[in-house]
Structures are given as C-alpha cells and as structure tokens.
C-alpha cells in the first residue's frame, strides 16, 4: 500500500486533493464538490476518491474563517477594554475606503461589536507597560457575569497598553474562566503583541469571533478523520490542528496562501522566479506577487471590512470566479459578480436549480469548456445556459454572442483591475512578470488577460485545479511573534533581550509540534521619524551589534526607496525609528519535488464548435497527449480532468519539459 502525505483545499465550489507518494514522489490529484452545509463531508469525500492509501499525514486549507467574515457571520461577540476606551471601535481610522470621492457620501459600516456589547474595567498602564493604577477585580467580575447573564460566549479582551504588559489581560482572563466558564476568550497579547489600539481591538475581536465556529470544525473533522493533521495559516505556513484552535485568525486566507506558495514553487522549477499569481475559483479569484521566489507577505491585510495585522501573504480577493453571476443594473448596465452562485445550486448548467447566469455559463453557450467537468463525473447542460444567456440577451438588446462574450470580457477587466492592485499601484511594472494562472476557471481568460495587461507570458501548471493542494504540501511550520519597541535610539541589550524571548517563545511552539532544530527568522519595522507608518525589513541572524544595527538600518534605507522613491539615508534631520521586532520560528520540511514531463500520455484531439471572434469548427487538444515541446495555435482548446485552457486567434500555446503550457501572442 502506497505511504502518501495529502494535501486538501476546501474552495467555495470544488475540494481539491492532492497526495504525494513518499517513495516514489509520484503525484496522486482528484476533486469533488464543495458542501457548505457542512465543509467537513466534501473534505473526507475527496480523501476517500483516492482509494486505499496508508496516510502520514494530511495538511488542509479552509475557508471556514474566511467565509464566516466575508458573509459578515458574526453574532454573539463582546468585547472588555480599559474603562475611559470604550468607543475605540467607533472612532476607529478617518481612512476612506477605495471608490468613494470624498468622506461625505460614505458611511461608516457598523462595528465589529456593536455598543451595548461593550464593556470596560478600570486600570491602566502606559506606553512602557508600567502600571500607573491598579487593574479593578470587582469590576472584572462584574463584567464577567453580565456577559454570562446576556448569554454572551465570544469575548476579546484588549486593554490600554498590553502591548508591553499582558498582566492586566491575564488577570481579566483567569476572572473570565472563573465567573463565565463556557466563554471562548481572546487576549490581544496573544493574538497580536504590537501597538495600535483600534487595529489590535479589531485583530483581538476577530480572533474570538471565528474561533467557535473554528473549533467546532476542527474537532468534528479530526473524529471523522482519527488522525491528527495540519492547517494552513495566511503567513505562509501550517500548524497543526491541536494548535491553530488557539490562534484561529491566522487561517484567514488560509486556501489563497497555499495557491500561491504551490505557484511559486512550480514557476521557479521552470525558471520563473518572479511571477503574478492568479487563483480563479469557482467564487473568487486570488492575486499574488512572486518576487525572487517567495510572495510578497503584508501586516496591512484586511478580510472583509475588517483589518488584521497578522502576518499573511499579501493577497487580493475579487468576487470573480466561475460561479460569479451576471446582472443587469438600475441602470441597465451589464455586471458580473461579486455574488457567486457557488456550489449550490451552482451555474445554470449544472442542473442543480440555479437560475442565473453565470461566468460558467457563458463558457458553455461558447463551447470553452466542454460539455462536462471532472472528466464527465459533472455533465454541464448546455441547453439550460444558452436558454439562460439568450434570455439575458433579450434583456440587453444584444445578440446571444455578444452577451457572453461580454460577461467574460467584464470578468476579465474586474481580474485585471486586482492584478494592477498588487503591481501598479506598488510601483511594479506589469509587464515585466508572467503570470502562473491555476484553478478550475484561471486558465479560461488567460489570452484576454496577457492583451488587457501587457504580460508577456501566461503559465498554466500541470493539473491546475490542484495547485492550492499541492501549495499545502510545499510549507513549513511557522509561527510569527511581535514585540513593540519605539525607539529613536536603540538599546543593543533590549533589542536582543526581546529578540531572545521571541524567539524561546517560538522554541517552545516548535517543539511541541515535533521540530527540536527549528530555524528563525529575524524582521523589524522601522520609519523615519514623524511618519505614520512602518517599512518592515529583514534583519540578520547572530549577534545583535553596532554593525548589525547599521545593517538593518541601511536595508530599512534600500526598502524605503524602492518602495516610495525616495531614502532620507544622509540627511541627520530625519531620524530614524524603530517601531516593531519581530521573528518568524520555521520547522523546515521535505518539499515534493517536480518532476519533468518524460513524453506524453493518452488521449487525442477533436473538433467542436467554438466562438471567439467567430463560430468555426475548432481542434479540442486533450493535454495528457501533448509531450514537452508540443506547440498548439489558436483558435484551439486544451482541455483535461480539473480545468480547460482556450487559446485564442493569434496565439500560441506551448508545452515545456515540466509540462506547464507557456500561452504568448504572437
């Protein structure tokens, strides 16, 4: 019996899962439907499709926290600050979001934890963590069973300062567990050691909202499975399940990390070291940046309308996948999306009830994709999505065929436009990084995308449905720790006095997950002196000296300058500052390794009809038959078990010796 490691990805549309033979190196793919009634069946029905198989071990990325967010899930949270802060979340940042001209026509969206729900308790310490008046017990009991009273069972504690003294929050924590036993509680000094108040009050409350639901999955998965497994975290790492139940934010992008991780991985084995990623799904599309190999990673991100300062892979999520749907404005303008039909009832042609057009749909009625998915376990009804577009047609005043090809040119630009989001807007050229493309619908607009952006290259991996499956079997562990210090002048025995204590903390997390020689990593966020915000750089491992201070500095300079323009790197009027310190412990693992593509497979080619610029009969390549160095032209199709590449007029599309396909103009 075959010793594999698998890897799976719960998507709003399809589970993905891979398994990698331990022996062999052999790569093992399928997929299966999506429940989101309960996640936990489609995960288990996806292991179960690849047959007798002695397991060691399984590594996941859910959505669970993510979804819960997006859909604005949260209920039954409260929040304890320090007594004086209670309206922190409503004076949270003056910022308005992108879209909005000017302050007047926006309105702030209701809080995380609305206000009868927000409770404070006296003490106080300042910036230093010194206490400057002593934390009330009576009235953190008092809090504690007006919660228990109110039924209220999610709480994040986050008190003035804590930052640099937990010992207030400890002590709310130990009255919590005594006066409201059934409460699931949030500390920010665990979730997130750094200042700021509003952004950790968010972080902290995030944390304790998606955390029941997290530890009700979790738990009903790991007595399904009766075995212990590994999540995926948003920083780029995996934890194992016993752990992330205490940390349950950091899975907040917990599928996207692992898709660009995988994509990385594969487009540096073929030569690509720096990439954009694209992730299309059957609900949303994740955009990523490769640079020299490894994603750009954010402490900025936000899910939904909620910040969170965790460290996480920078990534941009838009609600353009398959699934998304397409609609007619107020003002009689064609949309498309951001509402997905998802998994159920799913595209029009899936036959499952579904009554809206979908991106899927119009593929179909232009015969993208063919009349089936997943080698034909998912027949698709063509008949259901013409009568669907024709119908919406009728709607516009358009010809079937322009409707659709409208819906995908639309799909397209709304794709593009968070494309340009992680490159342009950074002050990155487009054009100077191919883009690896994967997932069931990130192929289908590939030639559109390479036209609108510029690209000079588009890459579509081998089984491109399974890339964020495979990405989970390419991490480390990892876990992140911070730790305040604003200074002006550094204090070489205080910066490596925390640096130490970082470190042992992310030791002893190590240890307990099986890694005794663990590797950290060493950062800090610095600025130059009057500013708002940080860069954050690297920072060199060894002793911590006059000569390693001058080191980070000068990287702090370099990032400076790359990132904004300009460096104030000899000019003594602008100091610099350090504001964060920070350390990444990595438990390192054995990578799959990628095989070359010896020769091609089985399968054949055919002829359908097909529309791009027109309706003509059109070849349908199957992929498993073109070897390395098979060259196909457009107008054709390529097609295989998790996802269809359609290479338009005017383009060429090309197999290399790992059996990705290289799409260019020409």
């Known amino acids: 019996m075959r010793n594999v490691r698998i890897g799976v990805d719960t998507g709003g549309t399809f589970t993905d899962v891979v398994a990698v033979d331990e022996e062999t190196g052999e790569i093992l793919t399928t997929k299966t439907p999506s429940t989101p009634a309960n996640p936990a069946d489609g995960f288990v029905a996806g292991i179960e499709k690849l047959g007798e198989l002695d397991v060691s071990s399984i590594v996941h990325g859910t959505t669970v926290a993510t979804n819960q967010l997006l859909e604005d899930r949260i209920e039954n949270l409260g929040f304890i600050t320090t007594e004086g802060f209670e309206f922190v979340l409503e004076i949270a940042r003056q910022s308005v979001p992108d879209g909005y001209g000017n302050s007047y ?86 979730v997130l050691r750094e200042y700021r108040e509003y952004e950790r009050s968010v972080t902290t409350l995030v944390d304790a909202a998606v955390k029941p639901a997290m530890r009700g999955y979790l738990a009903s998965l790991s007595n399904r499975l009766g075995m212990p497994y590994s999540v995926m975290k948003s920083n780029g790492g995996v934890l194992s399940a016993r752990e992330v139940v205490n940390q349950p934010i950091t899975t907040i992008l917990s599928g996207p990390a692992a898709g660009s991780l995988g994509a990385a991985l594969i487009a540096s084995t073929a030569g690509h070291e720096s990439v954009i990623t694209l992730d299309g799904g059957g609900t949303s599309t994740d955009v990523a940046v490769v640079i020299d190999g490894e994603p750009s990673v954010t402490t900025e991100g936000t899910v939904g309308r909620y910040p969170c300062k965790i460290p996480m892979i920078d990534i941009i999520t838009v609600g353009a996948g398959g699934g998304s749907v397409a609609w007619i404005s107020p003002e009689g303008t064609l949309k498309v999306g951001p509402r997905s039909a998802g998994a159920d009832p799913g595209p029009i042609c899936y036959g499952r009830g579904g009554t809206e057009v979908t991106v899927t749909d119009a593929h ?45 040119e639309i799909s397209a630009f709304n794709q593009s436009n968070a494309i340009r989001r992680l490159t342009v807007k950074r002050g990155l050229d487009v054009r100077d990084f191919p883009l690896v493309t994967f997932g069931g619908s990130g192929p289908l607009l590939a030639c559109r995308l390479i036209d609108i952006l510029g690209l000079p290259a588009v890459v579509v991996p081998r089984d491109p449905g399974n890339v964020s499956a495979f990405g989970l079997l390419t991490v480390d562990v990892k876990n992140d720790y911070v730790r305040t210090y604003v200074t002006r002048d550094l204090s070489l025995g205080k910066a490596a006095e925390i640096f130490h204590d970082l470190e042992h903390q992310a030791g ?12 950290y990593l060493r950062s800090a966020d610095l600025r130059y002196y009057g500013q708002a915000y940080e860069v954050g750089v690297t920072a060199p491992a060894g002793e911590i000296d006059a000569g390693w201070k001058d080191a980070v500095i000068e990287r702090f300079h370099e990032a400076h300058e790359k990132q904004y323009g300009y460096a104030y790197r000899d000019d003594p009027r602008h100091g610099v500052e350090w504001v964060n310190l920070r350390v990444s412990g990595i438990g390192p693992i054995t990578r799959p390794a990628i095989r070359r593509l010896d020769q091609a497979g089985e399968g054949g080619t055919s002829v359908r009809p097909v529309h791009f610029d027109e309706t003509r009969d059109t070849p349908i390549h199957q992929r498993a038959a073109l070897g390395p160095g098979a060259t196909v032209r457009g107008p054709a199709v390529i097609e295989e078990y998790g996802s269809t590449i359609p290479v338009h007029p005017g383009f060429t599309a090309k197999v290399d010796d790992y059996g990705n396909v290289e799409i260019r103009r020409d």
């Not at 026509?105 to 008046?133: M, N, Q, S």
């Not at 999505?385 to 005043?397: F, P, V």
């Open 105 to 190: 026509f926006w309105v702030k969206p209701p809080r995380i934890v609305p206000a009868h729900l927000v409770k404070t308790v006296g003490g106080r310490l300042d910036h230093t963590g010194a206490e400057v008046w002593p934390f009330s017990e009576e009235q953190a009991a008092e809090v504690a069973r007006w919660f228990r009273s109110k039924g209220v069972t999610a709480i994040g504690v986050c008190f003035l300062h804590s930052y640099a003294n937990p010992e207030h929050e400890r002590r709310m924590r130990e009255i919590l567990w005594r006066e409201h036993p059934e409460a699931v509680i949030s500390l920010s000094s665990d």
């Open 508 to 519: 002893e997390a190590l240890q307990r997950e099986g890694f005794d020689d663990p590797v």
């Open 364 to 408: 179909v009625f232009l015969g993208r994709i063919p009349p089936h998915l997943l080698g034909g376990e998912i027949r698709l009804d063509a008949d259901a999505a013409r009568s669907g577009i024709q119908a919406l047609a009728g709607k516009l005043g358009l010809t079937p065929e322009r409707t659709a090809t409208g819906i995908l």
